[in-house]
T-cell receptor, first 114, second 112 residues
Framework: DAGVIQSPRHEVTEMGQEVTLRCKPI?????LFWYRQTMMRGLELLIY????????DSGMPEDRFSAKMPNASFSTLKIQPSEPRDSAVYFC????????????FGPGTRLTVT | AQSVSQHNHHVILSEAASLELGCNYS??????LFWYVQYPGQHLQLLLK??????LVKGIKGFEAEFIKSKFSFNLRKPSVQWSDTAEYFC??????????FGQGTELSVKP
């Protein structure tokens, strides 16, 4: 299995621009999670989906952030407009929901907003 | 609010030294507990997990962790570290709502 796939791996953009991060979960997994990792705040859960439906988005920092999961094999995290404080590594993870919480992480997208 | 606390932010050891990383959680219900490792520049990988049964859990690469319910702790141990264990280690708890809550992480540096 290819594991969780994320793209792009690195993104550098200017403040005010729209940024879209992409994730393909492991085939057969029905839960998908978006995390943000920074030095200051550590690893934070932003939102997670179960069967393509957002279950908990309480971690989404503000309205500039939005996430979608149009089908079982694809999700996006969008930031519009981006700000320098959004610079972080964004991880996507997935699991089957029946394996008691073990999540499989993607390689992450390192976002730099200048 | 549920939380996970890792007491050590940065630990520096020499090769062959023993390791113990502390982890405490605040959640009174049934929990699943995890330790993840993040090698430099890489994504998180599962080291070990506890769901039920024997509170002493063996993981990959010689790591183990002990679940002590009365202390709400799940400390990670390794009898003899190697330079290749240099990484950041995250303790996490999954509550009945399905969310994984991570600790702040402990950076381990092993000197050759």
């Amino acid at each position: 299995d290819a594991g969780v796939i994320q793209s792009p791996r690195h993104e550098v953009t200017e403040m005010g621009q729209e940024v879209t991060l992409r994730c393909k979960p492991i085939s057969g997994h029905n839960s998908l999670f978006w995390y943000r990792q920074t030095m200051m705040r550590g690893l934070e859960l932003l939102i997670y989906f179960n069967n393509n439906v957002p279950i908990d988005d309480s971690g989404m920092p503000e309205d500039r952030f939005s996430a979608k999961m149009p089908n079982a094999s694809f999700s996006t995290l969008k930031i519009q407009p981006s700000e320098p404080r959004d610079s972080a590594v964004y991880f996507c993870a997935s699991n089957t929901g029946t394996d008691k919480g073990e999540q499989y992480f993607g390689p992450g997208t390192r976002l730099t907003v200048t | 609010a549920q939380s996970v606390s890792q007491h050590n932010h940065h630990v520096i050891l020499s090769e062959a030294a023993s390791l113990e990383l502390g982890c405490n959680y605040s959640y009174g219900g049934t929990v699943n507990l995890f330790w993840y490792v993040q090698y430099p520049g890489q994504h998180l990988q599962l080291l070990l997990k506890y769901f039920s049964g024997d509170p002493l859990v063996k993981g990959i690469k010689g790591f183990e962790a002990e679940f002590i319910k009365s202390k709400f702790s799940f400390n990670l141990r390794k009898p003899s570290v190697q330079w290749s264990d240099t990484a950041e280690y995250f303790c996490a708890v999954r509550n009945q709502g399905g969310k994984l809550i991570f600790g702040q992480g402990t950076e381990l540096s092993v000197k050759p």
